[in-house]
């Protein structure tokens, strides 16, 4: 398997490449000074199918490209990953509090409305040695964007990942009262920065239960003092050692460009890191 999370500047996008060729894509954000997005990304490397669109967060930044992934001739979603416990209506409702609504947003009222099917275990899209899971806080227990983003858990042999959208500290919180959550904390140990590495997305209780061994930040260039967090991050990692000698705690899209993670099925013990631009 193959995960690429991408430079897509101040949001998120990561492709997930299975052993079959099926994809997850979690968030669809967009980078426009590079001109990088996943529908024009995905096609250059054969793929004609997006199996599973997780979008952790209804905020722009995760669905930029959302518009683009629905309109690339070619190119179509089969399966919507999102956090159910509102509707189109509620979600455009929040939306008119913070005008003018983007594209992304408009799109995505629009797929709330036609993906609406829960789809059987036995129809689910087959990603071969990989095993994911999803939680997130219900609405209208919390009414902001950041505390009703989809937490993402993805297995598949050394690595063990989380995707946590831009959920805030009373979200982290409220979802550890699941023992199940807890659960799947404790065995991360590749933990993507909630909320971009700002601080409002840091839980220093996450870190009683999850003992990264790696921090990734999806960030574009410094715009905020809350950004400022990657020592209080690389405290609770314990390290990887890369080849060129350097031992990394934090790794930022903003420095390394694109991170890839690479692993094979002939060698689910260890893992390939590849840095780089998009």
Not at 69 to 93: E, F, I, K, W
Not at 114 to 132: C, E, G, S
């Amino acid at each position: 398997m193959d995960i690429g999370i991408f430079d897509v500047g101040h949001g998120f996008c990561s492709a997930l490449f299975a052993d079959n060729g099926n994809v997850m894509l979690v968030d669809c954000g967009a980078n426009e000074e590079t001109g990088f997005r996943p529908s024009r990304f995905l096609p250059t490397v054969g793929c004609g199918e997006v199996q599973v669109l997780v979008v952790s967060n209804y905020d722009e930044d995760h669905m930029r490209d959302l518009p683009g992934l629905l309109s690339t001739p070619g190119l179509r979603v089969r399966y919507l990953s999102r956090n159910r416990s509102l509707d189109a209506r509620q979600l455009l409702y929040m939306k008119a509090e913070a005008p003018p609504i983007g594209d992304g947003a408009l799109a995505m009222t629009r797929m709330m409305q036609t993906y609406t099917a829960d789809v059987p275990p036995w129809q689910m899209p087959i990603f071969p040695n990989m095993r994911w899971r999803t939680f997130c806080n219900s609405y209208p227990v919390f009414t902001d964007e950041n505390n009703l983003s989809v937490v993402t858990f993805v297995h598949y042999g050394r690595i063990h990942i989380v995707f946590p959208g831009d959920l805030e500290q009373a979200g982290w919180l409220n979802l550890m009262r699941l023992p199940e959550f807890r659960a799947e904390l404790a065995q991360v140990n590749v933990f993507v920065a909630s909320h971009h590495g700002r601080e409002s997305g840091y839980c220093k209780e996450v870190f009683d239960v999850c003992h990264p061994e790696i921090i990734i930040f999806s960030d574009g260039d410094k715009a905020f003092d809350t950004q400022e967090t990657v020592a209080q991050y690389a405290q609770h990692a314990s390290g990887v050692r890369f080849t060129d000698g350097r031992t990394r705690y934090v790794l930022t899209t903003r420095q390394d460009g694109t991170i890839w993670i690479r692993q094979t099925p002939a060698d689910l013990v260890g893992w390939v890191w590849l840095l780089g631009r998009n």
